[in-house]
């Protein structure tokens, strides 16, 4: 059958991108369809960490690393509430695709390797010039290989040929394709959607929002729904915490303040790894406070873990607001925030006798301190509610098998539809992998979507 196209992707961020430039490499005419006025996405905003295994940046370092080993860790991570073969895929695709970026000009300096999530091996990438490059990057690549774009053209559906995809519909608009790459992005930018697929970033209520583009609607779960596309993932995403004073996005917590919940108790290393720490306050089942005191309060300068909300004006000014609480002792402080008084005597005695003596040392929780970590004592007292409240991808989408076909309910590849990045949600269980955990599975997955799209439209696949 003759068609406009043999491979149209839907959205032009890190994997469309990615997709069209595979496809286009292994020979097909592609058509990228993009609903806003520029290429990128949230990807273009985005650091563009891609997490990997055994690259040619973690052989330079000196880190010995697998496949298999990211494959254990990231199962193990999620509790086996993630798809196995499609993790598996992405972590044996990491490496090459990795190279494959840095081979369309996209440079990962070794220095940009670190250690980013919980775990022990350095994994996460960063590329010189963060996802805007990588975007600029693709999208050179793309014009060189003569892929066409049109922007400002939101795809509402799909069209079907005998029960295969075989093109799309803007508004009046169609155009055909042997095969079509949804890579619409997530839905952070989509209350109703984050109510019915994100409860815990809804249950943040005013205080939440989202880090990324606005055309983050989740338009590919929409047309997945007309192909009876599974989708999977519930409560899947990432969210940073935050006291909510303002929209600045800042992703840790200073050492000098402890956290507690209703039973005044600590539940953590306050300094944790971003990537657990929305989690751990999810199931304390209620609200949560950082407890410090006026000696922390006035010593707090605008430093690289905050400039926005741990600094000593905002927070005198957010006490005078009421929007903090102050009180002169625990004990007023617990009757304000309506925790357990006994529990947040007890918690900040034990922590003062940890902090005091020659050797400070939390023995609780293990957390590193600075010499900014003193012992709670000096009055007023200070409670500010902090809450996961910063969306800054989501991760419940369309099922994928590890071809990035797309999955109908019926447990079949719809015929003709690929998906990748944000979209898809096989990769993501209950905990974020670490930095690049998103963004990396974005340009493999595109890639491959790409290839197997030009491959489906040549009928062999
Ligand atoms: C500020 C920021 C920092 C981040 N940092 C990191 C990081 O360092 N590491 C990491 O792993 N993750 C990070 N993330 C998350 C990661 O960047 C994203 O998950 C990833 O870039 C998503 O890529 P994507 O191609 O799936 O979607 P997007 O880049 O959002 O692209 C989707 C595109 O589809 C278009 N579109 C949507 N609907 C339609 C439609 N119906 N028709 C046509 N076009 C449509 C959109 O306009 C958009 O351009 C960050 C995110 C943000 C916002």
Redesign the pocket.
């Known amino acids: 059958m003759d068609t406009d196209y043999d491979v149209i992707v839907?959205?032009?961020?890190?994997?469309?991108?990615?997709a069209a430039v595979a496809a286009a490499a292994s020979g097909a005419s592609v058509l990228i369809?993009?609903?806003?006025t520029?290429?990128?996405?949230?990807?273009?905003?985005?650091?563009?960490?891609?997490?990997a295994a055994d690259t040619f940046v973690q052989q330079q370092a000196g880190v010995s690393d697998s496949a298999e080993q990211m494959f254990q860790h990231y199962m193990t991570l999620n509790q086996w509430l993630v798809e196995p073969a499609v993790v598996r895929k992405y972590c044996e695709l990491s490496a090459p695709t990795l190279q494959w970026l840095n081979g369309l000009g996209v440079d990962f300096p070794v220095t940009g390797l670190y250690q980013?999530g919980a775990g022990t091996i350095a994994r996460?990438h960063?590329p010189e010039g963060?996802?805007e490059t990588v975007?600029q990057r693709l999208d050179a690549r793309r014009q060189q290989l003569g892929v066409d774009m049109v922007l400002d053209?939101?795809?509402?559906s799909l069209l079907l040929d005998n029960g295969r995809v075989s093109g799309?519909r803007?508004g009046s608009h169609t155009a055909t394709a042997g095969a079509v790459v949804i890579?619409?992005?997530?839905f952070?930018a989509n209350d109703s959607l984050l109510q019915e697929y994100y409860p815990q970033a809804y249950a943040a209520g005013d205080w939440r929002w989202?880090?990324?583009?606005d055309?983050?609607?989740?338009?590919?779960l929409?047309?997945g729904a007309q192909v009876d596309a599974a989708v999977q993932g519930h409560n899947r995403g990432?969210l940073l915490v935050t006291p909510g004073f303002s929209r600045d996005?800042e992703v840790l917590l200073p050492d000098w303040l402890i956290l507690v919940n209703r039973q005044g108790r600590r539940f953590t290393d306050e300094t944790a790894p971003y990537t657990m720490l929305a989690g751990l306050i999810d199931h304390q089942e209620g609200p949560v406070w950082a407890v410090f005191d006026e000696q922390a309060r006035a010593a707090a300068k605008p430093s690289p873990v905050s400039q926005a909300y741990w600094v000593a004006d905002v927070l005198a000014q957010k006490a005078d607001a009421g929007v903090i609480m102050r009180a002169d002792t625990l004990t007023a402080l617990a009757a304000e925030m309506g925790c357990h008084a006994a529990g947040l005597n007890g918690t900040v005695a034990r922590y003062n006798t940890m902090l005091s003596g020659a050797q400070p040392r939390d023995e609780t929780f293990f957390k590193k301190l600075s010499s900014q970590a003193q012992p709670i004592q000096t009055p007023p007292f200070y409670a500010a509610e902090v809450r996961p409240a910063i969306v800054?991808?989501?991760g419940t989408g369309l099922r994928i098998n590890d071809a990035c076909q797309v999955m109908s309910q019926a447990e079949q590849p719809v015929s003709g539809l690929f998906a990748?990045?944000?979209?898809?949600g096989s990769l993501h269980g209950d905990r974020y992998i670490?930095?690049?955990?998103?963004?990396?599975?974005?340009i493999v997955f595109?890639k491959l979507a790409g290839e197997n799209a030009a491959l489906a439209s040549k009928g062999n696949f």
């Open positions: 839907i959205g032009s961020g890190a994997a469309g991108l990615s369809v993009e609903a806003d520029q290429t990128g996405g949230s990807s273009r905003l985005s650091g563009g960490h891609f997490y980013s996460g960063q963060g996802g975007v053209t939101r795809v509402d799309i803007a890579a619409t992005g997530g952070g989202y880090i990324g583009t055309k983050a609607q989740g338009d590919g929409a047309l990432l996005l800054c991808w989501t990748a990045g944000e979209t898809v670490g930095g690049g955990g998103s963004f990396g599975p974005c595109g």
